[in-house]
């Protein structure tokens, strides 16, 4: 499975269940990525990607291939093979973290930085599982 996260400075992922912040850049540079491709996320994550993912799947049965868009719930860590992580290159209150550990096994095989909406700096990576 292949795992989106949005991290802050300190690897925060949510407040409380909510989401710390959010770019629409980011939404359209995500669908750049997978464009048709099957993105899971649950119904909280829908209510505000639906505007560039409106065919995304509010169910939670991702496969190998699918991409699993997190925000708050949480998937099966041992089942991702690539992790495509947005950074917001800010501090945000966070009440879960992303446990950086989870990488150790990974490569980094792209990173780029671009502009959003309400954000100067953007910072894109992905990382795959190293065989």
Do not use: C
Not at 57 to 68: G, K, V
Not at 110 to 123: L, M, P, Q, V, W
């Amino acid at each position: 499975m292949k795992v989106v996260l949005f991290l802050d400075n300190n690897n925060g992922m949510n407040f409380f269940g909510k989401r710390q912040s959010q770019d629409i850049e980011v939404r359209k540079h995500l669908k750049s990525i997978i464009g048709d491709t099957k993105l899971y996320m649950d119904n909280y994550s829908y209510s505000l990607f639906k505007d560039v993912f409106p065919e995304a799947i509010t169910s939670f049965n991702p496969q190998d291939d699918d991409y699993y868009l997190v925000e708050t719930t949480l998937p099966d860590w041992s089942k991702v093979n690539e992790y495509f992580i947005y950074y917001w290159n800010r501090v945000y209150p966070a009440s879960n973290k992303f446990d950086e550990e989870k990488i150790k096994s990974f490569k980094e095989v792209e990173r780029i930085e671009f502009a959003g909406k309400s954000h100067d700096k953007i910072t894109f990576v992905r990382y795959q599982k190293e065989v």
